[in-house]
């Protein structure tokens, strides 16, 4: 089946804000050719929908806003959904970040120990989005207890994590018991991080901090406990129900490995997901093109084709994608066998 999805936000949509306007975006998306939704379910450091474990753990059942008291965006989307033959795939977007400012927001308050921490010992931001750390097990099990929470208790096709799950960022990893159990391990610290990359960069580029062979064995470990816990999560929500399908969004491999410690190829090869739909945001389709040409060379055997799904970007900011490149790119996707 080709699947043909999009993503439902807060941040630049009015879909979730009421039920008719639920309604309204499924029946359009339903004629539209569209047959599954990603709607957001968390971010910002609360649910879009009522969440026990929010809660009990900080007393934050639903996101603020008179939109939705009294209501259940995702409750009521399934429902629209269903009428008109769409799958739902709940999409956790802000995985292991806690808050956009706010300094971490009421997560970080209540829980002072969860914060990522940086080379220089604080709370590690990144163009104003403060993270969680990833690396720790008490973390990944609050936000894997989110993801349980919703496929226990809604109908849905399965659930969606992107370039903040799973992942940290390189800078990340600097607290005293990721230390201690890395120190525990090589018996040493690890080093300082490298300039982060732009994602123009070639991968192999000639870079003496990157190449340096503590930094590869710093960032490959960090890597690792990522892909261990996926693996955890994997096996728990499948444990639920087996049909119900893993879907991850990362950034473009390598760039995602070196910069978010997001190693995707590990994901696939493990057969750890079974949707993968990395993020080739490119306003121009030469682009778009070549980066995909590099992952079907480098990243994807033949077989592992039917995962892939790339992202294409409609719209961010006053952008909004030429219907002429969109053809371009779904026709290009169908032409090398990819089957959304």
Known sequence: MEIRGIWITTTASQVLNSRQNIAEAMNFLAETGFNVVFPVVWNNGSTNYRSQVMKEKFGIEIKPGKQFQDRDPLKELIEEAK?????????????????YGEKGGKIIED??????????????????????NSLDSE?????????????????VAGIQGDDHFLALPMEGGYDDKTL????????????????????????DRPDPQWQNPQWKQWARWRADIISNFLNRFYRQ??????????????TIYPWGYDNYL?????????GLVDLIHPQLYYKEFELYKKDLDRLLANQFAKQQLPHLIPGVLLKKDTYRINPEHLVQAINYNRSVGLQG
């Open 111 to 132: 829980k002072p120990k969860w914060p990522a921490i940086d080379y220089a010992r604080t709370n590690l931001s990144l163009n104003g989005y403060y993270w969680l």
């Open 180 to 203: 201690k159990r890395y120190q525990d391990e090589f018996n040493q610290q690890p080093p300082k991080p490298p300039e982060r990359r732009n994602p123009q960069d070639p991968p």
């Open 83 to 99: 009428k008109v033959d769409i799958a739902v795939i709940p999409w956790f977007e802000y995985g292991f970040m806690s808050s």
């Open 262 to 270: 997001q190693d995707s190829q590990t994901w696939v090869d493990q």
């Open 139 to 155: 973390v990944q099990d609050f936000v894997l207890s989110l993801f349980l929470e919703v496929v226990t208790k809604y109908e």
């Open 237 to 250: 929500i499948i444990n639920i129900n087996p049909e119900l399908i893993i879907s991850m969004s990362p």
